[in-house]
């Protein structure tokens, strides 16, 4: 319950963290309108987009009908520095990084959901998206995945808000590669998205008659997610780690779904392997370790900011499969950026973020 | 923000009233477990099913995993009256009149989502449903129509919450009907739901396969929400309405569109309408009188409470077009249960129910 | 079969008419190349796009690997003009009457899929659509509803292949208006339509997260089908309809699906209407009137050139609701193109159109 | 096109086979009406089911209205195998061996849609799916891939069509395990199906709201095909294959897309994976492997008997990956059947199956 909302003025009032939200007619933005709008610790005081300045958030997305009053307006950093203490960018890549290097110089703390700093190395970044114009800021970046830096995230300014398939990857990888129980080389990643991670530009390829009833790979093996993979899967293993990463696009809005294939070092069993998933991510409010018998599906985790994991060992073959499933959009964006604004300022990492999202 | 997941000793914690919910295996019954789980005033305490007895929900309905630790029991009246204030019925028609008249023989709250308590009279009823056991609770019970029965809902100990195609039509003519600006003879209601309506029970037409990629009408002039529609209609009215009742199913999840064609008495314009429909509605927290040139879409209202509507009037052919968007579980069953279930608590009458959807 | 296929130098080879489809990368275009390319008196000598001359076509619609060879070519009208016998054109309004006045100096036969010559009047095309340049083609022009225009279609040289909508409801109504049985004034049409009827071109309206899971009315009571469905039900019925107009957007490919609200001029039932349409259409090759207690749906028509209907009598407030059912792609746009290219070639009407759909 | 449809008597007929579709309410049963329908050499003289005996079959399944004059009768077979000369049988699994055994006794030819006679070796069989009645007809029947088995089943009386998902992985791995060009051992196959691959039993996890906007795994490492798919692979190979089978059930209604990863002996290249496969297919009718950059989709293949396929090297980690897309109930069940009718009875192998699908 927002206690703002009942208009009770006896009770003690929350800290409220007043934010921007910039590119806030994207899918990544409007997300964080939504749960940053029943946030109790954030206030949203602007939301920015360079076209539909001067229009109601509301008009342009009705189903904000009579829950938000805000008004687009055209991004002038200088201004509003002076009245957000955090920001968000909704971005393309390249053109986040000048907003973020603005933002930065007047001290604004910046969660930035673009690729920009996510990759440690700018050569890395440059031979898979491009000229980077803000090298001096990689360092003072940090990956935004709470799971694996949450202590660097609580005290960074600038948070790089990792992708939507990498987050899905590395949580189902993550106790495999800490514990050193698999091969490191050619692990196979066969990740399916839904649609919403195209965005929501006018494509041809995204338009509803081309996606539904559909179903297809793009990008196999080449897809820019790939190197930020492999940065913080290496990470977490302690050794470079290579992988095969297949994505699909899937014919619903929402949701990731990760299909890994792993050579263990030694024979273990589903059993063991989902005791050894439990244990490890028994402190996590948000990853949940499935029971034997119950698969992850997307949209279980619909809305939240849940991730769903199951790991399971083929006897037949020998391999593990891991199979994980997030939002793309809450979990796999801007939930995730919630949950690093949460860990920023203090507050309990679920904060505005409890919400089960709803079957069917 | 549930100030039970902080687990903050500190803070007055609100009244919190336990409930039952029966029949929590159906689509209206789960989706009340998502309300109530984060409803702050009220407890769910037990959730029934004969067949899933001894289950834990979150097995079944794993998008709760972490989020709900209860197991499904099979339903005793008498002992489950001792622990609970109000009880939820989501029950087939016929089956839940049984049950309501067990419960409030033992003094529990009913609120009942089924059809067998929105017909006044008994013998409209058995027209169109069959034989009615409980004929001597009609007169009790109230139908949980909020905007319409507030008053009478506040003092109810047996409501009949309103079938999801009625409430989208009342809501959409009820300004209309009251200020007698239309004809109230042959009001033609075209409209659509999301196949969730349908319920979650195993029947061929509801396969994937027979409803994607498909649309259709069915049950044209004799769907079993056409009585309740008119009794309704005449109270707001005044005089006996009859309406052409015309369903369609969308293959989509949730969402009803209702579009009403009505005579009005004099010419009129959509400006003055829509002003007529805001001024009317304009304490009510749960319907949204669009602005001119935005439409409704069900995709706005998924998962909330909230009814958007939209008034038109055509010069052409001097007729008034009336278009009407809930979500069929929520507004539609079981977010309007809850929103009586504030009501005779005496709490707001929007707690737990203010979250916005999502879109995409 | 098609007999081209097996190489079977001993068959007579049918008459085969060299056609070019001018405008074939959207989903009109790339439907009668589908169609034409199994007709077996049609040969598709040429397909025209600006932006993709010089590409494969099956390159840019791999569903036509190994089924089709051509290469997209920059329109030159003088030149088609000497190769093919007839031209379909699925151009933009506005664009479409230029090229099809540019055919005719040359004598090639028009097929036109746009609005540019379907509304006898120039006045109301410049009403709802803007200038028309071609004013003196349009005495000449035919619109090509075989049903109803039949004779005047095998005669004619430029064909006005009717919209979508109109033609679902034209169906629907003919033997009503035809045998004078209801009022014609204030007919309402609620129709709602697959995704394809808004074309191929990127919209953010038309991409996936916008569909997808959404139902919405728009442009109700001013959609510019209105004035063509005015015109062609005024022939049939020997006086001025009005028709209220009311489309909506289904989260399907293709199909439409008109339900329509009439007064009849005397009682009647739904058995006697039944027979009533079955006579009127018994010789028709494409309309199917369903046996009572069978309904339209747009699944049963997809991918097809039939229209379903079914009209039924509403004994409880005495209007006629008549069902119509179509694919917008086929009998809504392309496959009525092919019948009258039929026509016009004296082939029988139904040559090249007789697959079923299929379903799932 | 269909001489018989236009009734020209002065075409010498082509011959036509007498043919019965038991189990014809399922999807695979009436996929087999569709396209025998339309086939110029055979002729449907009965269709059967046991629940709906005596119903119209376009009464059940409207597609057909006008199309098909059909009644089902139950199934007596040694009247009906005076009628028939092949019988396709669209039964469940262990239901079909008895009828199979029926049909063969008096001679008929069957072409099974069931698993019963796909696998070799009975104790296979038995281990899982139960036990078999009838396993001296194991070594009679023919596995019905007419890429790798084309001449045993020209001279074959029983055909056991193979599955779905088998189709689809062996048309995929066949040219690399031929030339011997990937280790054997561990093949990773991650297949997605579309909802009809599970039938038009009514069952609550193919019900529209379980399996719309979802996606999911199931069965991973123990489903019912792999044995198939390593009993051919492994003749393919000429050694022993093994398989990490994944299947996933994706929110469409028609299509298997695999994706499939090896690990060849040695480096290569797409560009020549693509020439590989393009010469080990260049006389296959049915299989269409893609240019280098264009990658397959279950849409592209909907409603036809076409593999596509796309065989990539990825340099990055010295994998194969193999993409496939096939229609289930077409190439995947019912056209493969046609497909294996044709060659039994010396008609061309494409005869009634060369219709494109339509896009989109």
Redesign the interface.
């Given at each position: 319950?927002?206690?703002r909302?009942?208009g009770d003025d006896n009770l003690n009032m929350p800290k409220q963290i007043p934010i921007a939200i910039v590119g806030a007619t994207g899918?990544t933005g409007?997300?964080l309108v939504?749960l940053c709008?029943?946030h109790?610790n954030a206030e949203i005081v602007a939301v920015t987009s360079r076209q539909h300045a001067g229009q109601k958030i509301a008009?342009l997305?009705?189903?904000?009908?009579?829950?938000?009053d805000l008004t687009y307006e055209d991004l002038a950093i200088d201004q509003m520095a002076k009245r957000v203490e955090a920001v968000f960018l909704c971005l393309p890549h390249h053109e986040s990084m000048e907003i973020a290097a603005g933002f930065r110089k007047k001290g604004t703390t910046v969660l930035d959901l673009s690729a920009d700093f996510r990759l440690n190395n700018a050569a890395t970044y440059e031979k898979w998206y491009g000229p980077h114009t803000q090298k001096g800021l990689l360092k003072e970046a940090v990956y935004g995945l709470p799971e694996f830096h949450r202590e660097e995230i609580k005290k960074a300014k600038l948070v790089a808000v990792p992708g939507c398939y990498p987050t899905s990857i590395q949580l189902g990888l993550a106790p495999l590669l800490k514990k050193k129980l698999i091969e490191t080389?050619?692990i196979?990643c066969?990740s399916?998205s839904g649609?919403?991670g195209a965005g929501?530009?006018?494509?041809?390829d995204?338009?509803?008659?081309?996606?539904?009833?559909?179903?297809?790979?793009?990008k196999?093996?080449c897809h820019r997610h790939?190197p930020e993979m492999e940065q913080e899967l290496s990470l977490l293993a302690g050794e470079k780690v290579?992988?095969?990463f297949?994505p699909?696009l899937?014919?619903?809005?929402?949701?990731i779904?990760s299909?890994i294939?792993c050579e263990p070092k030694s024979k273990t069993s589903t059993g063991d392997l989902i005791k050894l998933y439990q244990a490890f991510y028994k402190n996590e409010p948000f990853v949940?370790v499935?029971?034997e018998g119950?698969?992850?599906?997307?949209?279980?985790?619909?809305?939240?900011n849940?991730c769903?994991v199951s790991p399971?060992f083929?006897?037949?073959?020998?391999?593990i499969?891991v199979?994980s499933?997030i939002d793309n959009l809450t979990k796999g964006a801007s939930g995730q950026a919630v949950q690093c604004f949460n860990l920023i300022h203090g507050f309990?990492e679920?904060?505005?973020l409890?919400?089960?999202?709803?079957?069917?």
């Open positions: 319950m927002d206690p909302f009942h899918y409007i997300e939504r709008l029943k109790p008009g997305f009705p189903f904000l009908a009579g829950q938000c080389k050619g196979i066969d399916k649609t919403s929501r530009t006018a494509k041809a995204s338009l509803f008659c081309e996606v539904h009833e559909n179903f297809k790979a793009y196999v093996g790939t290579t992988v095969l297949a699909h899937l014919p619903i809005d929402r949701g779904f299909t294939y949940k499935l029971p119950t698969l992850p599906s997307t949209k279980n985790v619909r809305g939240t849940f769903h399971l083929d006897e037949r073959t020998g391999k499969v199979l499933a309990p679920e904060t505005g409890t919400n089960p999202g709803f079957v069917p």
